[in-house]
């Protein structure tokens, strides 16, 4: 059973609006507070205006090595979606099962991802310090996960600057307390077409951005169907190969004006066994074959892309010690493949071997009514615990 003082910190950090347009800073602040009254210093690491931090607390200081717990502390807006309770009201009240049986539950944005999981892992900060385990446990929670993994780059590069080398690293992403061990990657590009402008009976005297941006559009889904038809199968997925799709295209003024500027996003979800950097070289290489017949009529015209996030795709394995330990204290006796992506790789290309597992469900966030089920963070809780209790990794 979940224990009211847990569950009241949960409850705390729901109440804090972390939507990523905004600043992190109370809540960082609060942890900050939490972890000095028990003694415990804290690592604050900023963004450019210094309007967010990742945080970084070892409980356990002086013991060899640690374990880090990894949270993020940013949510999704829900500007448009349609609540029955207050995103921000942290309401416990109970909700209906398929079966029609009835649970208790935290609503609120940010319940399932990811502030279950890092108010039960605050909860327990007094049993890490008073741990046998002959490791320390680190708190790490970041900035900016939800739109690029951002802070966290900058969380693991002040952690490699202070010397600390951890054992291992447990990402609390919703799992259902299930250990996940692979997820696919996301990487983001922006592509900026600058054409020549003209009224639209003289065609042949411009550069019709919109057309040229719709050829690459052309050659990313035509990548995209060759991957689903040629790609090795990664089974596990909900779709067991790579994916390209085109979120956003914009250009045009008006219907009688040839274009000058197109601008269209795309991402791809790329395999643990795929190469994203690859991909993305194929369409820009596709671009640049475009441009000579462009510049012809207009020196100035061409192609731009920006990167807008990369966050790479996590393979984790059985055999990782962390995966065992994870397994043990969640009861679960396999692992799963995860959809979503996380910051895991991002600890694993760190050479930190990572497993993912917290409360809560994929299912449920992002979306209106956000919920943890309080039988879930009974469940973290329990892990924590044991977590505590744990006399040796291996």
Known sequence: MLSPSALALAQTLVRINTVSANSNLELIHFVRDALAGLGVRSRLTYNADRSKAN??????EGKPAGIILSGHTDTVPWDGQDW???????????????????????????SADMKGFIAIALAHAQQFLDSPAPFAIHLALSYDEEVGCFGVKELIADMRDAGVR?????VGEPTSMVPAIAHKGVYRYKCCVRGKEAHSSLTPQSVNAIEMAARVVSRLRDMAEDLERTEPRYEGFDVPFSTISVGQFHGGIADN????????????????TADAAHLQAQVVAHARGLEPA??????????????LCEVPSFLGS?????????????????TTLVAFGTEAGLFKNAGIP????????ILQAHQPD?????????RCETFMKQLAATREFN
Do not use: N
């Open 166 to 170: 951890p054992l291992a690293c447990l």
């Open 294 to 307: 462009m510049k012809q009529v207009a020196p100035e015209a061409g192609f731009r892309f920006e990167t």
């Open 318 to 334: 059985r055999d990782d010690a962390i995966t065992r330990l994870a397994q043990r204290l969640s009861g679960e006796p396999g």
């Open 257 to 272: 004006v040839v274009p000058r500027d197109a601008e269209f996003r795309y991402e791809f979800r790329d395999l643990p």
């Open 354 to 361: 990572t497993v993912v597992c917290g409360p809560g469900s």
């Open 55 to 60: 945080l970084f607390a070892t409980l356990g």
């Open 370 to 378: 956000e919920y943890v089920s309080l039988a879930q963070l009974a």
């Open 84 to 110: 029955t309770v207050d995103p921000l009201g942290a309401t416990v009240q109970d909700g209906q099962l398929a079966g029609g049986d009835r649970e208790p539950r935290l609503y609120g944005r940010g």
